[in-house]
């Protein structure tokens, strides 16, 4: 039954009528929902409309997402278009231009439909990712409208609708963060259905592997893929860094079990107040972090509170530092909320800050954590507390959650993360691509000098150690991929290290910004 031969509050209790199941017919889904191939995922592409400037850019983040999901196996990807019962298949081996014309010509058609016709065409691609075995997720692209009255009605109807059959929708919006107000609209949508609001382009393709990660150990699309914030316009910034479990000769828990990782949070100092104390300036701030589960429930919690006292000569280089917060963290596989909110405690100001993230449980092997651009972290600018600091050949490290540098300016660029090789494995290998627009432009071999296995233990027991202390056999191998004295043009920019030992691979990226 069509769309258009209802109107609007009958067409949307047609689809949820459609999707009416008596319990029997429950009861064998679920009996069969183990012939359901783990790695199955449905990615469904519908639009709304955009403006003109904002329509390319939009479509070529669409269309390097895509491509990007195509490469895990068992993936399939679809474009529905407005009062069309039939779809169209994005195939893996499609070429990119292919799929970025497929991706234009649904965008152009739907530049000028009204609000009403976009809920149709959204019911219909959540209806379509319903049928569809695994994962499914719709991707919703449109610079977000005011919704009132029937249409609030409708979209509530729509949330709900996905949420009931575990349709994740991602909203991808290019007006999102111009103002604290654009983007809010369709928020609820992605938010309530375990999706996330994609306000930067960039975010994307990273944003798909979080709400539905490539769970196979190794694979060239990995599951711990690290993630820019999908809403870049909060000053403060947190973040997740995935590792693996300490090992403990005798363990299995620390090869097969919950997740470990490292929370961040910084705060740039001139963002807080600094009151004049006569013979020194004090800073007064209190950082709280949290993870909430799926259902809101916070699930762990840190907090700290900082006061420093600045000399007078130490305040201007002190205000160019940030304020880092770092704690180490377990969960169990599945999906979270990460929150931080900084209180300045002289001003009364506060700063908040969300994004999802996605916990899997640690399994043995080759393994690596994310990876995050770094720099020096300078003691007299920077004030840092933290169960461990980052090091790396004795060199402390400031991370940067939020990178930005000058264009057209020699700079070093830093790529710090953790390699767990398999210790019976090959010499890892280790290159890093720069890439823009997703098109690359560089590539470099990163050798990697360290030897991952000791030799002289050769006849005892080779266990993944936390490090050479104490005659252990070394585990986990801190790295720095650099780039000496590069220079990059004004725009956005992805840096991805790629780790190859023997026929595993495992990549991870992170995006930065170049400005003037």
Known sequence: MGFKS?????????????????????????????????????????????????????????????????????ATAEVRRRGASDSQELAKFMTAKDIEAALLDAAHASSQIDLMTFLNALDTATYAAARRPGRRLVLAVLESPTISGEADNRLKQTIEFCRSNLVHVIVLDPSAGESPSSGQ??????????????????????????????????????????????????????????????????SVDSDMGPMQGAMLVEAPISLLQLDDKDSYYLLRALVTTEVKNAEGKQVWQAKKEFNLKVPPRKLQERRTGSLYFIREVQLPGGKYTIEAVVQDLNSGKSWNFSEPLRASTSLPGFSMSDAILVRKLNDAADKFEGDQGLNYEGRALAPLLDPAFPADRPLDLELYFIMYPD???GQPQISVEILRDGQTVGRSQVAFKDNIRDTSRENQDVGAGAGAKNGEQKGEFPFIAAIRDASFSAGRYEARVTVRQDKQTITRSVSFRVAR
Request: net charge positive; charged share 20%.
């Open 6 to 74: 209802l109107p609007g509050a009958g067409r949307m209790l047609a689809m949820r009528k459609l999707v009416c199941l008596p319990a029997f017919a429950l009861l064998a889904l679920a009996l069969c929902a183990e012939s359901v191939r783990a790695d199955d995922r449905s990615l469904v592409f519908v639009f709304g409309p955009i403006s003109a400037d904002r329509t390319q850019p939009a479509v070529q983040a669409a269309a390097a997402s895509a491509r990007t999901w195509l490469k895990v196996p068992g």
């Open 185 to 250: 609209a369709l928020k609820p949508l992605a938010t309530a259905t375990g999706g996330l609001l994609a306000a930067d382009l960039l975010s994307l393709e990273a944003g798909l592997l979080i709400v539905a990660p490539a769970e196979k150990a190794g694979s060239e699309i990995d599951a711990a893929k690290a993630a820019p914030s999908p809403e870049l316009s909060v000053p403060i910034h947190a973040g997740l860094i995935r590792k693996r479990a300490k090992w403990k000769p005798g």
């Open 423 to 425: 210790l019976r494995g």
